[in-house]
């Protein structure tokens, strides 16, 4: 199984950081895994922001819950991330993975793709 994630790399200040994260080699339907999505600030370490699982179930860090969902295209094998609002400070590499809830293991990382909030 791989992981791609795809989306803008510049987002404007309060705008909408949309990603998505394309599965090959499986489905993330079938199996019990957590599809987390994690990112990590310049010059910081990695921060959780939620996950949804196999059955479309989600959850988010309490930090961010206001401002993130998860969904799922099961018919593109992808699941998404959006975060409303964003500022400065959500600038950071943002990676989509497969592991335990909350990513208390994760056996499968994507590349991460950088996401810059700037005007």
């Known amino acids: 199984v791989q992981l791609q994630e795809s989306g803008p790399g510049l987002v404007k200040p309060s705008q909408t950081l949309s990603l998505a994260c394309t599965v090959s080699g499986g489905s993330f339907t079938t199996n019990i895994y957590f599809w987390s999505w994690i990112r990590q600030p310049p010059g910081k370490g990695l921060e959780w922001i939620g996950y949804i699982d196999y059955t479309g179930n989600t959850r988010y860090s309490p930090s961010l819950e206001s401002r993130t969902s998860i969904s799922r295209d099961t018919s593109k094998n992808q699941f998404t991330l959006e975060l409303t609002s964003v500022t400065p400070e959500d600038t950071a590499v943002h990676y989509c993975?497969?592991?335990?809830?909350?990513?208390?293991?994760?056996?499968?990382w994507g590349q991460g793709t950088q996401v810059t909030v700037s005007s």
């Open positions: 993975t497969r592991g335990g809830q909350y990513a208390d293991y994760i056996d499968i």
